[in-house]
Every structure is written in structure tokens, then in C-alpha cells.
């Protein structure tokens, strides 16, 4: 019995890439974050500080569900193929994708987080 393995090539960007997509989706919300911190300075607790709060723990909630939806999409660097990953691997397990159209594995150099 044969078993075909795929090319493995590395893809390192795609992590600085991620990163780099998380800071840029938080920036919006360090003007509300701001705004809070000065109206509870001021002992301001009213219906603005408290829009703010729920702006901010709303965005929050969306940052981790894009985050963890991010985590498992990736286009494929050579066919621009949207790769999803199925699987779900256990902690200090890597983070690859594997391009069913190009044959190739492309690891991340990232791996689950160990919480």
C-alpha cells in the first residue's frame, strides 16, 4: 500500500500576518477603551460610559470569534485556494494547512496554545 504524502513547504508569514490583522482589528477600540477610562476617572457612570462598555465587551466577543475563525482559514500562497482546516488539534500542536489543489502542506510555525 502507497501512501502519498504531500510537498512540505514553510510559510512563516502567515503568523506575522495574523498578528498583525489582530492589532489592526483592536485599534478601533482603543478611542472607546479611552473614553472609558476617563468617564470612570471622573466618576461619570451614565448612559455614554455604559453604550461604551458594551461597545467595547461586544467587540471583544467578535475579536475572539474572527480570531478563532482566522485561526482555521488560510489562502493558499501559491493557487490562492481557501484552505479550512477540519480538524482540531490538541494543545502544542501545530498549526498547518494542507492545499488539496497544489499538494502541499505549508506549516505556519504556529501551534495551538497550551491554556
Known amino acids: ?20 490583522l489582530n492589532v489592526v482589528s483592536m485599534l478601533p477600540f482603543v478611542p472607546v477603551l479611552l473614553f472609558m477610562c476617563h468617564r470612570a476617572s471622573n466618576v461619570q457612570f451614565d448612559t455614554q460610559f455604559w453604550l461604551a462598555t458594551g461597545l467595547f465587551v461586544a467587540g471583544g466577543i467578535f475579536g475572539l470569534w474572527w480570531q478563532a475563525r482566522r485561526s482555521r482559514r488560510m489562502k493558499c500562497p501559491q493557487c490562492g485556494t481557501l484552505i479550512v482546516r477540519t480538524d482540531h488539534p490538541a494543545p502544542n500542536q501545530p498549526i498547518d494547512f494542507v492545499c488539496a489543489h497544489c499538494d502541499v502542506k505549508w506549516v505556519t510555525g504556529l501551534s495551538v496554545a497550551d491554556d
Not at 500500500?1 to 498583525?20: K, T, V
Open 1 to 20: 500500500m502507497f501512501l502519498h504524502m504531500p510537498e512540505i513547504r514553510n510559510y512563516r508569514r502567515f503568523g506575522g500576518r495574523y498578528m498583525l
